[in-house]
């Protein structure tokens, strides 16, 4: 056996050992440590042109929940290349377009991911405020309710300028004045 086709034995026994542990283990929850050891071997394999789209989603996941958004958005759409239906691929494309302000593009993604998720708030959320960016109040108004009503806590968190700037395009478009504060 040549050196060649040892590195290429290696490489596939590598590649399947780290789809192995990517499909048991929630990356995120991993120790520092560990999860370092874990991206370094994602690095290695995507940078391979025939990479997985399982590593690729899930090298995603890591980047999207360390605010990498825009990278995680490549690798999302490089993984939907090779997963079209994967829901997680789908809401984490939707997730990552919508935190990235590309509304339009988002939109398709999150509105699958609502069919599938009807009683996830922050899809809810999101969709509605793309919904709401587009123009398209009526459609908007029930997913926002919904989602602000089951989980305000938790999108005031994560969305705090989008729920302001929600409340100030509705108090403007409402014709409504907006409260003043008193004087003392």
């Not at 999860?35 to 394999?45: Q, S, W």
Request: glycine share 4%; hydrophobic share 40%; proline share 5%.
């Amino acid at each position: 056996m040549g050196k060649t086709e040892n590195s290429h034995r290696i490489r596939k026994i590598f590649c399947a050992a780290l789809q192995q542990i990517v499909q048991e283990t929630q990356l995120t929850k991993l120790e520092p440590p560990v999860l370092g050891i874990v991206e370094r071997m994602l690095d290695e394999v995507l940078s391979q042109k025939d990479a997985s789209p399982l590593l690729q989603k899930k090298k995603a996941e890591l980047l999207y929940a360390d605010g990498n958004v825009a990278r995680a958005v490549e690798l999302f759409e490089a993984a939907q290349e090779g997963l079209p239906e994967d829901l997680d691929i789908i809401t984490g494309l939707g997730a990552a377009l919508y935190d990235l302000d590309r509304y339009q593009k988002a939109l398709p993604y999150l509105e699958k991911s609502l069919v599938f998720y009807p009683d996830d708030e922050m899809i809810q959320f999101m969709t509605g405020f793309c919904l709401w960016q587009q123009g398209n109040r009526e459609a908007s108004c029930s997913l926002l309710i919904s989602a602000l009503d089951n989980a305000y806590d938790e999108i005031m968190l994560q969305y705090p300028d989008k729920v302001t700037q929600l409340l100030k395009s509705y108090l403007n478009n409402s014709n409504a004045e907006a409260p003043q504060p008193e004087t003392p």
